[in-house]
């Protein structure tokens, strides 16, 4: 079922874009179970979370690794197409599950997401990483969608880490390659994307591909969504100085393979040993 739901065309516009909209790959079954999740989370957050709304305007949460503590966040990494899903785009042949981002933009939250690549923050190197932002609200430009710079993820470039709802750079991270470019300086320089989702559709994206997000100015409609994140075959462990949302190190070797027990493999294509 789910090597139906990605198409060898699908995973090659995402190999080249390094973003692509899947459109209802998801069961009202499973946007139920991470509805009751994301509740619950909100109700007892974990010390990673995080609230990055500006001057009280509305609720910008976020939260990290609800699978280690949540059951709802469990099944679904664990049970859902998820992993699968961006295998397939990948074409990896195992994933393994290295983190879940809870984002939600309540109405009224007046701060955007700002311009950024995910694999700086991140303890890996490698081409294979893919997350899946996963709505579960309808989602416009107007309630928080995300954008994309297609194609970013293939200038071979790392920018420096933001804090994602000020736009700041990350004093205690590496130098990388300098500041990500303005790219709202002078969008028509750059090939821009961005999509409308329903409940049920979902985004994959690079690692390194650039994106943000624009606020939520809607007076009644939430933005609530889940970034589960996958690493693939050429994924190795990368020690880095900033890593936010780890909450403890594993007894990883750099260099070397990332499969332990806190970033579990989740998915292997027949006939791959373990």
Not at 50 to 70: E, I, N, P, V
Not at 246 to 260: A, N
Request: aromatic share 10%; charged share 30%; hydrophobic share 40%.
């Amino acid at each position: 079922m789910t090597q139906a739901l990605v198409s060898a065309e699908m995973a090659e516009a995402w190999r080249r874009d390094g973003a692509l909209p899947l459109r209802g790959v998801f069961s009202d079954d499973w946007l139920a179970l991470l509805r009751e999740g994301v509740d619950r989370a909100m109700a007892d957050p974990s010390p990673l979370s995080k609230d990055y709304a500006r001057d009280g305007q509305g609720r910008f949460f976020t939260d990290h690794h609800m699978h280690r503590r949540l059951e709802p966040f469990r099944k679904f990494t664990h049970e859902s197409p998820a992993a699968e899903i961006c295998a397939r785009l990948m074409g990896a042949t195992k994933v393994n599950l290295f983190d879940e981002h809870l984002l939600v933009k309540e109405p009224g939250t007046d701060a955007p997401t700002y311009w950024h690549q995910d694999l700086p923050y991140f303890e890996m190197t490698g081409t294979q990483i893919c997350s899946l932002w996963i709505p579960l609200d309808p989602v416009t430009a107007e309630t928080g969608a995300m954008k994309f710079v297609r194609g970013s993820h293939r200038w071979n470039r790392l920018f420096r880490p933001i804090r994602i709802g000020e736009g700041k750079l990350v004093e205690e991270s590496e130098e990388y390659d300098g500041e990500a470019p303005d790219i709202d300086a002078a969008p028509d320089e750059y090939d821009i994307a961005i999509w409308d989702y329903a409940p049920g559709d979902c985004v994959a994206f690079h690692g390194a591909v650039l994106h943000g997000a624009t606020p939520n100015r809607s007076s009644t409609v939430r933005r609530r969504a889940l970034a589960v994140r996958f690493a693939g075959d050429d994924v190795r462990w990368q020690p880095r100085a900033y890593i936010p949302s780890v909450p403890d190190r594993p007894d990883l070797e750099p260099g070397g393979p990332i499969d332990c027990d806190l970033y579990p493999v989740l998915w292997r294509a027949e006939g791959v040993e373990a």
